[in-house]
């Protein structure tokens, strides 16, 4: 026996009351003096023992009363093994199905996901007139279909046969309880969850115990058996984060083997676009990470696409791996400078090179130059930085020109020792430093985009270059220190206002007796050809993963409109996205791996960039949790499905018999009701009977 309402159990403690009032109202005899009447006593002695027979019984039904409607209001129900129990009792089902991308893998006898329909299916179809289900699409995240429960069977089955995979991993957490709080406002004594998956070990990492909530039966639904085999590409990552024009640069592939088996022959693709570029063989253990570089080249400035595929296998979704990558070039730089010669050298040192009577021509960097006064009335429209080397004085017209560009999100550099202090600058200047012992760039993040390509602290090496004088600086709250000379005095500050990025070097650089060495040291170049591209990037994340948002930034076009679409389906609509006053796109609807196209139209020009969206590579792992752990998890039991996958219904039906029997004890209660009455109204006349 079980009860539905199980707090009303404590109305027990009521069926006491009438005994306590019954000790409480008791009288003490009182013995009174008489003459001796011998058989008056003994009549009086049996009148008293049937009237207190009476009155135990009376007491026994008003406790059993007050008893039996605690119990109905309990709602007790018989269970399986009672002759009284042979009735089906009304159930509510929550299937809880999984569509992971997982579920697309192909098996001997069929693909999960249309076998995890099947059983969903046979679970709903095994219900009656009466009965009531809800289903919910399991990924990461939760997608009820039916947010309460429905008595329309037929619309349920629909739904499962209607449903498709998704492109997301798996948590099962987030879907159980969503399942529980859906059962919490059923009233029937049935309640059951079924979960159907494949039970993969992503999907059940970062939470605990999951508590049972609404006392639901929890059944654990497999749809495979065995060690499933699965190879995967989890990452693409350039060797650089700041790729230029005509600058060959490698892209790290890394590849999983996700089986127990050895793979030979594994095929690993590269397109740019449409058209394959390179194709390469690699050949893995078992539960092998394979790491595949290959060198690419691109030779013209814009967001590049493309993808990475491997040979198929039994889960083709994650086989492919899309790419945006943007290549940095046409980077119109404005050198103002008293000597720019050696400027204009290093950013484009190739630019008047011949080579069998062509000139080669670097577009990555366009240096131009002009002196401190040409530049307080030179046209900026079609400049992209500024970099200021060894100005000593800025004037007033110098300095509007600089507050314009920044509010036009220019990006700017300074070479300087000098004290300019202005407030868009990164850093506020004290006094000049001078070492006796020359100082290098000792301390800097290899991680960081400008520094990256300078391993092992290199720069710090007997091949670095050493500086002998520098200023004191005080950075600015909102400004980042990004290397520093070996007494930590800042050697780069960097600090962003509105959409231009501003670098302060913390030196000079025109070499001179006892200043330093950068101009003419070997890493001066990748220095500040790195420092351009850094300045002139865009912050946009391109390569982001199903169900992320894509946030860009358009200030050019507050309050405006940016159209978005799946290139990888043409007769996909574009969809209409507002641009934020802020200048601030973002864009949510990224549910399958592709690559999107964005367009946003500022100032009469069309603005069209890409990025790449791509599956979860945690959930290319199949590897299973054990049955036993997730039944604990979870406080399930495994259900029972034939060799053939398909699911012992009988077993269900079983498990559904039972009987509410609430009614009949209030009837049983009423009918004692009736009989105290009788009884009570019985001694009554009794007692004033024998009174008179």
């Not at 050696?342 to 000139?359: E, H, R, W």
């Not at 040291?521 to 199903?546: A, C, G, M, W």
């Not at 959930?619 to 029972?640: C, F, H, M, N, Y």
Request: hydrophobic share 40%; with cysteine; proline share 5%.
């Amino acid at each position: 026996m079980a009860f539905l309402n199980p707090l009303f159990l404590f109305g027990l403690l009521a069926a006491t009351i009438p005994l306590i009032i019954h000790l409480w109202s008791r009288r003490q005899a009182v013995t009174v003096d008489f003459s001796s009447l011998m058989f008056l006593v003994a009549a009086h002695r049996q009148n008293v023992r049937r009237v207190q027979l009476k009155q135990l019984l009376i007491l026994l039904l008003r406790m059993l009363i007050i008893a039996l409607i605690s119990l109905a209001l309990a709602r007790p129900f018989l269970t399986l093994g009672l002759p009284l129990a042979a009735v089906r009792a009304k159930t509510d089902v929550v299937i809880v199905l999984d569509n992971s991308y997982s579920m697309q893998y192909k098996d001997v006898d069929g693909i999960w996901f249309e076998k995890a329909k099947t059983l969903a299916i046979d679970v709903i179809r095994s219900l009656r007139h009466g009965d009531s289900a809800s289903l919910i699409l399991m990924s990461d995240i939760p997608h009820p279909v039916f947010r309460q429960l429905t008595p329309d069977i037929e619309s349920v089955i629909a739904a499962i046969e209607q449903a498709e995979v998704s492109y997301r991993a798996t948590n099962i957490q987030p879907s159980v309880e969503l399942a529980h709080d859906i059962l919490s406002d059923s009233a029937q004594q049935n309640k059951e969850i079924y979960i159907i998956t494949d039970f993969a070990q992503n999907g059940w990492d970062d939470w605990g115990i999951i508590p049972n909530r609404s006392g639901a039966r929890i059944v654990l639904l497999p749809v495979t058996q065995g060690n499933p085999h699965n190879t995967n590409i989890e990452e693409i990552q350039p060797s650089h984060q700041l790729i230029g024009v005509d600058l060959p640069f490698h892209i790290n592939t890394k590849l999983n083997n996700h089986s127990d088996t050895p793979i030979s022959q594994l095929t690993l693709s590269f397109y740019v676009g449409e058209e394959k570029k390179k194709t390469q063989t690699f050949s893995a253990t078992a539960d092998e990470s394979v790491m595949a570089s290959l060198t690419h080249t691109f030779t013209d400035p814009s967001t590049h696409t493309g993808y990475f595929e491997l040979t198929d296998d039994r889960l083709n979704v994650d086989n492919r791996r899309y790419f945006a990558l943007e290549a940095l070039g046409e980077i119109r730089v404005l050198c103002v400078s008293n000597q720019t010669e050696y400027l204009k050298l290093v950013l484009n040192p190739i630019a008047n090179m011949q080579t069998v009577g062509a000139s080669i021509k670097s577009s990555m960097i366009q240096p131009i130059a002009c002196t401190p006064s040409e530049f307080e009335t030179y046209p900026l429209e079609n400049i992209d930085i500024i970099l200021l080397a060894d100005v000593p004085v800025l004037s007033v017209k110098a300095g509007e020109q600089l507050r314009e560009s920044i509010r036009q999100g220019k990006g700017i550099i300074v070479f300087t020792s000098d004290d300019y202090n202005l407030s868009w600058l990164p850093a506020q200047f004290g006094q000049p430093i001078s070492w006796q012992i020359p100082q290098q760039v000792s301390k800097y993040d290899q991680t960081h985009p400008i520094f990256e390509i300078f391993p092992d602290n290199i720069l710090s090496g007997q091949y670095g270059p050493r500086f002998f004088q520098s200023m004191m600086v005080s950075p600015t709250s909102d400004a980042s220190v990004i290397a520093r000379f070996g007494d930590e005095t800042p050697f780069l500050l960097e600090r962003s206002e509105g959409k231009s990025h501003i670098l302060l070097f913390n030196c000079k650089l025109q070499q001179q007796p006892n200043s330093n060495e950068l101009l003419v040291n070997p890493y001066f170049l990748p220095l500040i050809q790195h420092s351009i591209l850094y300045v002139v990037r865009e912050d946009t994340k391109r390569n982001i993963t199903v169900g992320d948002t894509y946030v860009a930034s358009y200030p050019q076009n507050p309050g405006g409109r940016a159209w978005i679409k799946r290139v990888d389906s043409p007769d996909e609509n574009m969809s209409a996205i507002p641009i934020d006053e802020n200048g601030t796109v973002r864009y949510e609807l990224t549910e399958q791996p592709g690559i999107y196209q964005i367009d946003v139209k500022a100032q009469d020009r069309l603005y069209r960039d890409f990025f790449a969206v791509n599956t979860p590579a945690v959930e290319a792992d199949l590897t299973s949790i054990s049955l036993q752990l997730a039944s604990e998890r979870v406080d399930a039991q495994t259900g029972k499905t034939s060799e053939t996958g398909e699911l012992d219904t009988e077993e269900l039906d079983i498990k559904r018999h039972g009987r509410e029997i609430w009614g009949e004890l209030l009837i049983f209660a009423v009918c004692l009701l009736l009989l105290e009455g009788f009884l009570s109204n019985r001694a009554s006349k009794s007692t004033s009977g024998e009174g008179t």
